[in-house]
């Protein structure tokens, strides 16, 4: 079961994302706010597991909020305008729903909510615990989550793929499938990574090349990627799955 809170200042946007929830026995509805002072009040009253967001509400935009919105708490932006994407994924948003939300979409993104919570492995920095892999032969990383007061340890060899977002970064890992968001820049995952297993096929993507189990032509500029059965799938621009399939050797 997890909580949301829906801030959204359109009362027909707020019924109308309860109505698609309610579809989902393992979603309750934690709080509905229509103003960023209401949003704040529910808040402060019960942090939920996830935050729907609407971007632009009278008196600024909910990006203020986040501040106040604790690290292990899922952020979804919901908003009608998509200029917002980058700065959302900046800040290291869960996702990114553009209005109207159609429902496969939202329940994709569900899906995505209900995986193993990212920070059910995090603890105190001084004694972060392990994630994935559990062989002692693994070179394993602690590394700062999404605000940095908490920690976790990851096995290299359990990365499938990383992306920058740019402070941050998101990282799919395999054993056992889940994707995190950590407050580590993407360059400083190349200096930990090997370069015989790992590639880097953008300015923005890493991808370990072993985890590929294939990839899916969308349109003239996206691929989907594949790294197995739950793992989050990777979308690739045209240069990068152009380099990608040439170190496959596809192409």
């Known amino acids: 079961m997890i909580s949301i809170l829906l801030v959204d200042d359109e009362p027909l946007a707020n019924c109308q994302m309860q109505a698609f929830l309610a579809a989902f026995p393992e979603v309750e509805i934690a709080g509905v706010a229509d103003s960023l002072a209401g949003a704040r009040e529910c808040l402060a009253t ?19 909020l986040l501040p106040e919105i604790d690290d292990a708490t899922q952020v979804v932006f919901v908003t009608a ?27 994709e993104t569900l899906r995505r909510l209900m995986a193993p919570a990212a920070d059910s492995s995090a603890t105190s920095e001084s004694d972060p615990e392990p994630v994935g892999q559990d062989s002692a032969d693994c070179p394993r990383l602690s590394v700062p989550l999404r605000n940095s007061r908490h920690k976790t340890v990851i096995s290299i060899a359990d990365i499938c793929w990383i992306e ?10 395999h054993s056992p499938p889940r994707l995190l968001v950590f407050r580590r820049r993407l360059g400083e995952w190349l200096a930990d ?59």
Do not use: C
Not at 164 to 173: D, E, I, K, P
């Open 164 to 173: 920058s977002l740019r402070n941050y970064t998101r990282v799919a890992l």
């Open 193 to 251: 990574l090997p370069e015989d297993t790992f590639a880097r096929v953008s300015r923005s993507e890493v991808i370990q090349l072993a985890f590929v189990t294939g990839t899916e032509w969308k349109s003239r500029s996206e691929t989907t990627v594949f790294f197995g059965e739950g793992v989050e799938p990777l979308t690739l621009g045209r240069a990068s799955t152009l380099r990608l399939n040439a170190l496959l050797g596809d192409g």
């Open 46 to 64: 019960r942090m939920p597991d996830v935050v729907f967001l609407d971007v632009e509400m009278p008196g600024g935009t909910t990006f203020s």
């Open 81 to 107: 305008h998509e200029r917002h994407a980058v700065e959302a994924f900046a800040v290291a948003a869960a996702d990114y729903l553009v209005k109207p939300v159609a429902p496969e979409r939202l329940a």
